[in-house]
């Protein structure tokens, strides 16, 4: 792996998990039939994402990522939840990547600008299924899409470039993918 980009690396190592968190999502938006039934789906992403959040906070910080307060979070979920007339449900017992250190939270977050960028493809299909609101999550960053997906993957290939770091970034980018499929149990 040495002299390689984290990102092409990342993606190969984490095909699996993130395919089989993928199939768990399909299965549950094709249950979706009502806004309450896109709220509930909208309260496992937001339980999910508001924690590791919380647990990748300490090391992405506007330093290391100029552009983090542009970028979707948690509170889009939130409002989306609400827009559609829910609660925001409470976190139950989650599982979390293990988040000791900035490569590790970029490894995590890339999990989380990932479901970003296939946001639009979610909003096709929820419109489909007759849902009409609650996308401001979903809906990623409109035209600057690719520009911040950019900016990030820059980060991630700069900030965890030693083979040791990339190593961390891939376990904790597998772990996110893996406990986030728990959220969607039921």
């Given at each position: 792996m040495t002299?390689?980009?984290?990102?092409?690396?990342?993606?190969?190592e984490t095909k699996k998990a993130h395919q089989e968190l993928e199939k768990k999502v399909v299965l549950k938006m094709k249950a979706?039939?009502?806004?309450?039934?896109?709220?509930?789906?909208?309260?496992?992403?937001?339980?999910?994402?508001?924690?590791?959040?919380?647990?990748?906070?300490?090391?992405?910080?506007?330093?290391i990522l100029p552009d983090h307060s542009e970028r979707r979070n948690s509170e889009y979920l939130k409002s989306d939840i609400q827009e559609l007339g829910a609660k925001v449900a409470q976190p139950s017992e989650i599982s979390l990547p293990k988040v000791n250190s900035l490569a590790e939270a970029l490894g995590a977050m890339y999990v989380m600008e990932g479901s970003i960028m296939g946001g639009p493809i979610i909003v096709d299909i929820l419109k489909k299924y007759g849902i009409t609101k609650g996308f401001s999550f979903f809906s990623g960053y409109g035209p600057?899409?690719?520009?911040?997906?950019?900016?990030?993957i820059s980060v991630l290939?700069?900030?965890?470039?030693?083979?040791?770091?990339q190593q961390k970034a891939i376990q904790a980018a597998n772990q996110t993918f893996s406990n986030f499929q728990k959220v969607f149990r039921n």
């Amino acid at each position: 792996m040495t002299n390689s980009l984290l990102s092409t690396h990342i993606k190969e190592e984490t095909k699996k998990a993130h395919q089989e968190l993928e199939k768990k999502v399909v299965l549950k938006m094709k249950a979706i039939r009502s806004d309450a039934d896109y709220a509930d789906f909208l309260s496992s992403f937001y339980v999910y994402f508001n924690a590791v959040e919380q647990i990748i906070a300490p090391y992405i910080t506007a330093e290391i990522l100029p552009d983090h307060s542009e970028r979707r979070n948690s509170e889009y979920l939130k409002s989306d939840i609400q827009e559609l007339g829910a609660k925001v449900a409470q976190p139950s017992e989650i599982s979390l990547p293990k988040v000791n250190s900035l490569a590790e939270a970029l490894g995590a977050m890339y999990v989380m600008e990932g479901s970003i960028m296939g946001g639009p493809i979610i909003v096709d299909i929820l419109k489909k299924y007759g849902i009409t609101k609650g996308f401001s999550f979903f809906s990623g960053y409109g035209p600057d899409t690719g520009k911040m997906w950019a900016n990030f993957i820059s980060v991630l290939n700069t900030k965890a470039g030693s083979e040791a770091d990339q190593q961390k970034a891939i376990q904790a980018a597998n772990q996110t993918f893996s406990n986030f499929q728990k959220v969607f149990r039921n």
